[in-house]
């Protein structure tokens, strides 16, 4: 299944080399050291043998944003990454209801779209009868999504409640605040956009400056969001191609 010479491969390792070498460029524009910023490969939507292809290029931390889809694929992954699974992080970049939370404790390494009290409480619940089950060794990793254009509709929380999420994130147990996520509005100037996240980002960090992770940037806009500050650019299209339109 991850058999690096196939064409299909050939296709993602050219790919993975591309979006390398555009992070690179964007770094190195923005006066930024690329080891401050990780390439997190977004999968959904693509099976599990394109996942062993960019774990066969030495890639180990990846994106899915359904979780159904993940943890079938993470179990159908679980073979090849037996040797050393504690080295493959799954991160759940999409969003996410409360009754998942049981199932996302199982599998997620992070989750980058936590926009509620109550979803923080649901996740903290499982990711703690997760570690004392044996299910987990570490807390769960949370990032607050930002809305930048306060549609809620859209996911996300308004920037004037952001700090007391992260208060309420920082109190909870079995789970760690690390850091903040947003996606642009659809058809808004992602320049503002990520500005915007920027400072809230900077606001977050004068009083929990542990949560040093800002998730931001994909395929069309990650040289923005370096030029922000992102640490996370999570990409999809640039190295796996087009989904299908109903994707989210
Ligand atoms: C799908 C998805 C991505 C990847 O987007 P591309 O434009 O394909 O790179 C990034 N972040 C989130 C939250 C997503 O759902």
Redesign the pocket.
């Given at each position: 299944m991850n058999d690096i010479s196939s064409p299909r491969a050939t296709e993602i390792a050219a790919a993975l080399g591309a979006v390398g070498e555009r992070l690179n460029r964007a770094c190195l524009a923005a006066g930024r050291d690329p080891a401050d910023v990780q390439l997190l490969p977004?999968t959904?939507f693509f099976p599990a043998s394109d996942v062993a292809i960019l774990y066969g290029l030495g890639c180990r931390e990846f994106?899915e944003?359904r979780e159904q889809e993940a943890s079938a694929k993470v179990a159908e992954l679980a073979a090849l990454t037996a040797a050393d699974p504690s080295a493959v992080r799954w991160h759940m970049?999409?969003s996410v209801q409360r009754n998942k939370a049981r199932s996302i404790a199982q599998w997620a390494y992070a989750i980058?779209?936590v926009d509620s009290p109550r979803l923080i409480d649901a996740l903290a619940k499982a990711a703690t009868a997760a570690m004392a089950e044996g299910g987990r060794e570490q807390p769960l990793r949370v990032l607050l999504q930002v809305s930048l254009d306060g549609d809620p509709l859209r996911g996300g929380v308004p920037r004037d409640e952001l700090a007391e999420l992260a208060d309420h994130a920082e109190a909870a147990a079995g789970i760690e605040l690390s850091g903040l996520m947003a996606?642009p509005p659809l058809g808004s100037d992602p320049e503002r956009a990520f500005a915007a996240l920027h400072s809230a980002h900077m606001d977050l960090l004068r009083s929990h400056p542990a949560a040093k992770t800002l998730s931001a940037g994909?395929?069309?806009d990650l040289e923005v969001a370096v030029r922000y500050g992102s640490t996370c650019v999570?990409?999809?299209?640039?190295l796996l191609g087009s989904?299908p339109i109903t994707?989210?």
């Amino acid at each position: 299944m991850n058999d690096i010479s196939s064409p299909r491969a050939t296709e993602i390792a050219a790919a993975l080399g591309a979006v390398g070498e555009r992070l690179n460029r964007a770094c190195l524009a923005a006066g930024r050291d690329p080891a401050d910023v990780q390439l997190l490969p977004v999968t959904k939507f693509f099976p599990a043998s394109d996942v062993a292809i960019l774990y066969g290029l030495g890639c180990r931390e990846f994106g899915e944003s359904r979780e159904q889809e993940a943890s079938a694929k993470v179990a159908e992954l679980a073979a090849l990454t037996a040797a050393d699974p504690s080295a493959v992080r799954w991160h759940m970049i999409g969003s996410v209801q409360r009754n998942k939370a049981r199932s996302i404790a199982q599998w997620a390494y992070a989750i980058h779209s936590v926009d509620s009290p109550r979803l923080i409480d649901a996740l903290a619940k499982a990711a703690t009868a997760a570690m004392a089950e044996g299910g987990r060794e570490q807390p769960l990793r949370v990032l607050l999504q930002v809305s930048l254009d306060g549609d809620p509709l859209r996911g996300g929380v308004p920037r004037d409640e952001l700090a007391e999420l992260a208060d309420h994130a920082e109190a909870a147990a079995g789970i760690e605040l690390s850091g903040l996520m947003a996606v642009p509005p659809l058809g808004s100037d992602p320049e503002r956009a990520f500005a915007a996240l920027h400072s809230a980002h900077m606001d977050l960090l004068r009083s929990h400056p542990a949560a040093k992770t800002l998730s931001a940037g994909m395929t069309d806009d990650l040289e923005v969001a370096v030029r922000y500050g992102s640490t996370c650019v999570r990409v999809g299209t640039a190295l796996l191609g087009s989904r299908p339109i109903t994707s989210n």
